[in-house]
């Protein structure tokens, strides 16, 4: 990320969301975004070590606690308690690795893994029967994989985990020990597994028969939260992420439990590309007359609309100041805000560019249905390009909209020719259609009471 000036950097603090999502994401991953923060120097480095020896010290990743003590304070004696701590792990280690062995030699046998089939009650007879793995031993893999992802080894975590979820048939454990490798694969940046295991939970939790209303409700919305790391991070992500925000249940959880998940509602809607073949320059402009982009887009204003007073930040600015109040001047304002979020938004960075790139074509395809002649230079230096470049972005927005347009190059300016009425028409006509039904519903309302009378 760009080094970011003091201005910058105000505005990165105002709109900071590490505080709203931090309680719901698991410690281990909280780590890495408290880094991008001390990256971006968006605080003081002392306090995100102060805040990551906190969060980590109730864990057994006890060496990695002495590093950020001694950090914090140098020169004085790592306190009794975390070298005690340290030795009771090796303990706990110790005895749940010799608990464990066996059953993971057996289990990793050729001929048990040919005996095995998909019917767990069989697989759990037949283990019991023929080599002694008990229920006792089968949950021993859980809680062996639960204390190696505490102890932040994650590759083991998750294998112990997948070991224990084939054989247990303890419904509340395997939510469990999904949630642990869900947590495993992000963490090793393993984004094709941890979608995997996404999928995993949102078929037990959106079922009907998951707890109660209340329940699925947290579940969800700690899905949503952690769904933030592969959907940013994968090709066609962002695509996945719209595809469940945007569904029922799960735009009602945000609406309800996380309005500031919006945010990055509004950033993969804008950023989102209809075609990975085109050039950079005609991307975004494909997607304007997609009728999937056209589409969320609406959807996307609509939740803009009725949150804004929940939340909002110079992304959801923009959309209200570009669909809803159709003031260019205020979109192209909180547009370059929308820049340093980007920039300084730990899940944002890989898509800031595409971002931008979007955002400036929708400025100017709207731009564009409102007015019937603009001005080149005009149009230009609010979108901060050169009068050739937005000579040639204009161009391309009319061949890829077909909109009715002629680019008058003497005059400096485009006459686009409306056959439908402009958007401000829109706006005025459905108001007179509101007040007409106004009329008549006080009309009515009227002549009944006099009727009574």
């Known amino acids: 990320m760009s080094e970011l000036s003091n201005s910058e950097l105000e505005t990165a603090r105002k709109y ?36 990551t020896f906190d969060l980590f010290k109730e864990t057994n990743m006890t060496q990695f606690v002495k590093d950020q003590w001694e950090i914090l304070n140098p020169g004085k004696p790592i306190p009794n308690d975390i070298i005690t701590k340290e030795a009771k792990v090796d303990e706990i280690f110790n005895k749940l690795n010799n608990d464990t062995k066996e059953t993971l030699d057996i289990l990793n046998l050729q001929e048990v ?134 569904s029922s249940s799960y735009l009602s959880t945000i609406q309800a439990a996380s309005p500031w998940i919006l945010r990055y509602l509004v950033a993969a809607v804008v950023a989102s590309e209809n075609s990975s073949n085109s050039s950079n320059s005609t991307k975004s402009l494909n997607n304007l007359s997609n009728p999937t982009f056209q589409k969320r887009l609406k959807d996307l204003i609509r939740v803009v609309n009725q949150e804004q007073y929940e939340y909002n930040d110079p992304l959801t600015d923009f959309i209200k100041a570009l669909y809803i109040d159709y ?99 829109q706006v005025i006509e459905k108001t007179k259609g509101l007040s007409f039904k106004a009329n008549q519903i006080l009309a009515t309302a009227l002549q009944k009471q006099d009727n009574v009378q």
């Open 16 to 51: 900071d969301l590490t505080q709203k999502v931090i309680p719901f994401l698991d410690r281990h991953l909280i780590y890495p975004v408290l880094e991008s923060l001390r990256a971006d120097d968006l605080y003081d480095d002392e306090v995100i070590t102060q805040l």
């Open 113 to 246: 893994q040919d005996h095995l089939k998909q019917d767990k009650q069989f697989n759990r007879e037949y283990l019991e029967k023929n080599h002694g793995i008990t229920e006792a031993k089968i949950n021993s893999l859980y809680e062996f994989g639960q204390f190696q992802y505490n102890r932040g080894d994650y590759v083991m975590a998750s294998d112990l985990l997948s070991n224990f979820r084939v054989l247990s048939t303890d419904t509340d454990l395997i939510i469990s020990a999904t949630w642990g490798k869900l947590a495993s694969e992000i963490i090793r940046l393993e984004w094709d597994s941890s979608l995997k295991e996404l999928s995993k939970l949102r078929e037990v939790i959106d079922s009907r028969s998951f707890a109660n209303p209340l329940t699925q409700l947290h579940h969800r919305t700690w899905i949503i939260h952690w769904s933030l790391f592969p959907f940013f991070n994968i090709e066609n992500g962002l695509d996945q992420l719209l595809d469940l925000f945007f």
């Open 327 to 425: 003031d260019f001047q205020e979109a192209n304002s909180k547009l370059l805000e929308a820049s340093i979020i980007l920039r300084s938004d730990f899940f944002l960075a890989n898509i800031a560019d595409s971002f931008l790139e979007n955002a400036r074509h929708l400025i100017s395809e709207v731009y564009c249905r409102v007015h019937q002649r603009i001005n080149l230079q005009e149009l230009s230096k609010s979108l901060n390009l050169t009068n050739e470049e937005g000579e040639k972005w204009i161009a391309s927005l009319i061949k890829e909209t077909k909109m009715d347009a002629k680019i008058d190059e003497s005059e400096g300016t485009v006459l686009l020719n409306h056959p439908n009425t402009s958007v401000y028409q």
